[in-house]
């Protein structure tokens, strides 16, 4: 779930601890089934390729599957690999947007399971657009502080082309505009600076503050929605403070 909020912070710590499940190791693999199926299986004349291999590495994906997918993607087994990109949007607990990101070789299939996920978990799904214009897609660094001041990665990332540093409680956050991404994680590694993830992510403009019974519902909500095998990526302008956190964990 895209940022800026303790509830991102927290949903990002579960999704390292959950990294070697099925689901996280799918989704990467489909990233390379799609980048492979378009620019080849050459890793050196494919940048999407390579970063996407890069990033199921980084994940502990083993090399088997990763060289399996390469070949599937390219179509270098027989199989053929199509999968289109669709983005639906819902609305959920109050007035907290979802959108909701699928890679799918079944566009009817995944329409059918996004609907039944939001409508049976409390959600409504919402008329295409909007939602949408509530977020912008912007270039994502989330990176530990690590003793670091936003004064330091600020100097790190300025000239690759970053927007802006958030603090975020445990770590920063350095957005982007897309294209400028990669110059901007290329200057964290050159001024040595460890990060976490690096993506491109629907970042909303405003947020939603849930108190415990709008969090309680909307986290049911986004839960249902992720674990879709359809489902790539789910953003949401929903802010769940650290203390209505703490109250939800205390349940």
């Keep these: 779930m895209s940022g800026h909020s303790k509830w991102a912070t ?34 050196s004349g494919n940048p999407a390729l390579e970063l996407a ?11 088997d599957n990763i060289d399996r997918a390469i070949k599937r993607g390219a179509g270098l087994t027989g199989e053929v690999v199509d999968y289109s990109e669709i983005i639906y949007e819902a609305r959920g607990p109050q007035g907290s947007a979802l959108l909701i990101e699928c890679l799918t070789d079944n566009k009817n299939r995944a329409a059918s399971e996004v609907r039944v996920a939001i409508t049976r978990n409390g959600g409504t799904v919402a008329d295409p657009g909007s939602v949408a214009y509530l977020f912008a897609r912007k270039g994502l660094v989330r990176l530990p502080k690590n003793g670091l001041t936003e004064d ?27 294209g400028d991404l990669r110059a901007v994680v290329a200057g964290l590694e050159e001024a040595g600076i460890e990060y976490e993830t690096d993506e491109v ?21 986004a839960d249902a929605i992720e674990e879709l095998d359809d489902v790539q990526n789910v953003y949401s302008n929903a802010d769940i403070s650290a203390e209505v956190m703490t109250e939800l964990e205390n349940d």
């Design 10 to 43: 927290t949903k990002h710590k579960k999704a390292a601890i959950d990294a070697k499940r099925a689901k996280a190791f799918a989704k990467l693999i489909k990233n390379i089934e799609v980048a492979a199926r378009a620019g080849g299986a050459d890793l």
């Design 201 to 221: 992510e629907f970042v909303p403009s405003m947020h939603v503050q849930l108190d415990a019974d709008g969090a309680r519902k909307f986290l049911k909500l």
């Design 152 to 178: 330091d990665v600020l100097m790190a990332v300025l000239d690759g082309g970053a927007e802006e540093v958030k603090d975020d409680g445990e770590s920063f956050e350095v957005i982007s505009e897309p």
């Design 53 to 63: 291999v890069q990033k199921a590495k980084k994940t502990s994906v083993p090399n």
